[in-house]
């Protein structure tokens, strides 16, 4: 196990409605990435935060925000949910942002919505 | 832009026998390339990862994967597979661009990995 929690495990939502989702990074790491799994498909990058601020980010609209708190944990939020958002979201953490520092994921949170 | 490419979705041996998990890259520069495994219902589980140095890493659980510059792959290989192989398996390349790219995984569709007893 990597040391990196999520919660929940499962959620279900219907269209319109908003979510949180929430991660705790590995003791000790600064940075935490944010992925959507589709089914069947490889996860796609959200977005990345180092030291509380946003450091990244991919092709998703602005209702995907996020947080990182001090001690590094971090939130994804959605708002207005379409049914496409249906996926596993999988955060991961790295030591540091540095682009050779391994990105250590926790389980993921399933959503579901309807 | 980078990307990676799985060309096989589906990978079958029996227990005991080599197998190979390819992975084949596009990259501006040198890449920097990683391999996990999720099992069902789990997250990923990182399994190694080429930065610079020897073609040939070796990783987590036996595995091990070869980088050929010239072939532009970084395909995933274990000498004797196990029952417990049995797994869908990622191949990735970390963004080196500038700015708000930079850091991010680029991950492929995934190889889902059998070995039957």
């Known amino acids: 196990e990597t040391g990196v929690t999520q919660s929940p495990t499962h959620l279900i939502k219907t269209r319109g409605q908003q979510v949180t989702l929430r991660c705790s990074s590995q003791s000790g790491h600064n940075t935490v990435s944010w992925y959507q799994q589709a089914l069947g498909q490889g996860p796609q990058f959200i977005f990345q935060y180092y030291r509380e601020e946003e450091n990244g980010r991919g092709n998703f609209p602005p209702r995907f925000s996020g947080l990182q708190f001090p001690n590094y944990s971090s939130e994804l939020n959605v708002n207005a949910l379409e049914l496409d958002d249906s996926a596993l979201y999988l955060c991961a953490s790295s030591l540091d942002s540095g682009i050779t520092d391994t990105q250590y994921f926790g389980p993921g949170t399933r959503l579901t919505v309807l | 832009a980078q990307s990676v490419a799985q060309p096989e979705d589906q990978v079958n041996v029996a227990e005991g026998n080599p197998l190979t998990v390819k992975c084949t890259y596009s990259v501006s520069g040198n890449p920097y390339l990683f391999w996990y495994v999720q099992y069902p219902n789990r997250g990923l589980q990182f399994l190694l990862k080429?930065?610079?140095?020897?073609?040939l890493v070796k990783g987590s659980y036996g595995f091990e994967a070869e980088f050929n510059k010239s072939q532009t792959s970084f395909h995933l290989k274990k000498p004797s597979a196990l029952v417990s192989d049995s797994a869908l398996y990622f191949c990735?390349?970390?963004?080196?661009?500038?700015?708000?790219?930079?850091?991010?995984?680029?991950f492929g569709r995934g190889t889902q990995l059998t070995v039957w007893p």
């Open positions: 080429y930065i610079t140095g020897d073609n």
């Open positions: 990735a390349v970390r963004d080196r661009g500038r700015g708000s790219t930079l850091g991010r995984l680029y």
